[in-house]
């Protein structure tokens, strides 16, 4: 049990530092309206996460054999991430004092940040894909014990979460240099990391089966082992 502890920990740091779109929209979330603000958005994140893995461990082969035949999911994902980032990219900034009540008011409707990082995570079938691998070379090294398996991930989430709380600290010490030009540039910035992000999930939809097949994914995590 506490060599599965020891494993899920650098496991869980190195998940907090994957690139993706979750990653910066935090890193905004935290610069722009306040730490508490950013763990409202994380939770939401961690729940899709524990989703993703609950659905994982569950239907892991057959759910991969779902998804590498049913390429329209990834497109699907893909259009709203880079809808999503398009409307950030060319909403058009309020005044200076619009701007700063507007902060004010969203930093306390945690609820609405939650959903905002449920979904964002949720409709990333790249992350699903990614617990799916994880899953299915872990498991066997943990006998397929159910109490190893929960040890495990809760330790492997809970150290990713911990990370994450880090993460917010530092960025939040930038908030005191921000002007409302540079927030509209983040804004904007932010916008065109989704969207990129966005335009590879409606690639890889695209791309022939035997070109983008999940299972690759996964022979590709067991040979790096």
């Not at 994957?18 to 610069?31: A, K, N, Q, Y």
Request: charged share 15%.
């Amino acid at each position: 049990m506490i060599e599965d502890i020891q494993a899920a920990i650098p496991l869980g740091f190195f998940l907090s530092f994957m690139i993706g779109p979750v990653f910066f929209v935090l890193l905004e979330t935290s610069v722009i309206k306040g730490f508490r603000a950013a763990i409202a958005f994380d939770l939401g994140v961690i729940i899709a996460d524990i989703l993703f893995i609950a659905l994982a461990y569950f239907s892991s082969f057959q759910l991969l054999e779902n998804l590498s035949n049913q390429p329209g999911l990834y497109v699907f994902g893909g259009t709203i991430l880079a809808v999503y980032g398009l409307i950030i990219f060319f909403k058009k900034a309020k005044n200076t004092t619009e701007s700063k009540q507007e902060i004010v008011i969203k930093r306390t409707n945690y609820y609405k940040l939650f959903l905002k990082g449920f979904f964002l995570n949720f409709i990333n079938i790249g992350v699903l894909v990614f617990w799916l691998g994880v899953i299915i070379v872990v498991s066997p090294n943990l006998d397929n014990d159910v109490n190893r398996f929960l040890t495990f991930f809760g330790t492997m989430v809970g150290a990713y979460f911990v990370t994450d709380i880090f993460k917010i600290l530092l960025a939040k010490q930038l908030k005191s240099k921000l002007t409302p030009e540079i927030i509209v540039k983040i804004k904007k910035l932010l916008g065109l990391i989704l969207v990129v992000c966005g335009i590879i999930l409606i690639t890889k939809g695209f791309l022939p089966k035997d070109q983008f097949d999940p299972k690759d994914i996964i022979q590709g995590i067991e040979h790096r082992r």
